[in-house]
């Protein structure tokens, strides 16, 4: 998806391409925030949200009539798009560097917890770890400061079973200090801080404040991911061995027989003397 934004924003200078703008229902239908929403029949309010909250990322315009589809990448359904609008990034936006590496991302990864139940959900994550960033202001508005959030599966789902919140998530930004400030912020190791408990604060803060929020590393993450699986297995091995100890068989003696020990009696007891 980003390519498709990036290729459509690059060909607005070149009128063989088109002039950068995409479908609005393509962006709905492929990302991985808005998709399984199932919202794009709301294209008319979706549209003045972006105008009213977007204006620094996003142009905005209605199509009245069928567009051209060489600025398009992929398959189009023309009887979805037709009369529908179209967004382009704003060339003053700032976009992520295309040389980020695997290990880039990983830096720009934080592992949260203890998320208010009312924000588990992938677009209330974002909207929350949004709202808590705005603690750091910025040279200039930014809308793309979280760039994905990913549901770790938990331990007891069934293979196949859709990534459900459970009160923890993984965050990727864009800005490196994003990271550095929400560890500084919301830090791991911390207990209930009166300094995070501003009146003055958003809402989300005190939220997040209430419940406990608190943000890890990736790799930090990761290294106790590991110690905690290496841990279980101990555990459960531990278990199977000792509910293998107790469930064991154990012999039990033989039981006597009197009848036996009668005639045995009878066999070894000595003759009577004669007269």
């Not at 549901?151 to 550095?180: M, N, S, W, Y």
């Not at 199977?240 to 064991?248: G, H, I, L, P, V």
Request: proline share 9%; charged share 25%.
């Amino acid at each position: 998806l980003r390519r498709i934004i990036d290729f459509s924003t690059e060909s607005s200078s070149n009128e063989q391409t088109g002039d950068g703008f995409f479908p609005l229902s393509r962006l709905i239908r492929r990302s991985k925030v808005l998709g399984p929403l199932n919202i794009e029949n709301l294209q008319v309010p979706i549209a003045k949200a972006l105008r009213s909250d977007a204006t620094s990322a996003l142009e905005v315009r209605l199509l009245v009539s069928e567009p051209s589809s060489s600025a398009w990448s992929g398959k189009r359904d023309t009887a979805r798009d037709i009369g529908a609008y179209e967004v382009r990034r704003r060339e003053t936006q700032t976009r992520p560097s295309r040389t980020y590496s695997k290990q880039d991302w990983e830096d720009r990864t934080v592992y949260v917890e203890s998320i208010p139940v009312q924000y588990r959900s992938i677009p209330a994550i974002m909207h929350l770890v949004n709202s808590l960033l705005s603690e750091r202001s910025l040279p200039e508005p930014h809308a793309a400061r979280v760039q994905g959030v990913i549901l770790p599966p938990h331990h007891q789902d069934k293979p196949g079973d859709a990534p459900t919140c459970k009160g923890f998530a993984l965050v990727v930004f864009q800005d490196i200090l994003d990271v550095e400030f929400l560890l500084q912020r919301w830090p791991w190791d911390r207990h209930q801080d009166t300094n995070l408990q501003n009146p003055e604060a958003p809402a989300e803060v005190s939220e997040a404040t209430k419940f406990g929020f608190r943000a890890l590393s990736k790799s930090r993450w990761d290294r106790l991911k590991d110690e905690y699986l290496s841990y279980r297995e101990r555990l459960v091995a531990e278990i199977n061995a000792f509910q293998d100890a107790t469930e064991r068989p154990v012999p039990t003696p033989p039981v006597p027989n009197p009848k036996a020990e009668i005639a045995i009696t009878n066999d070894t007891a000595p003759a009577p003397l004669e007269p």
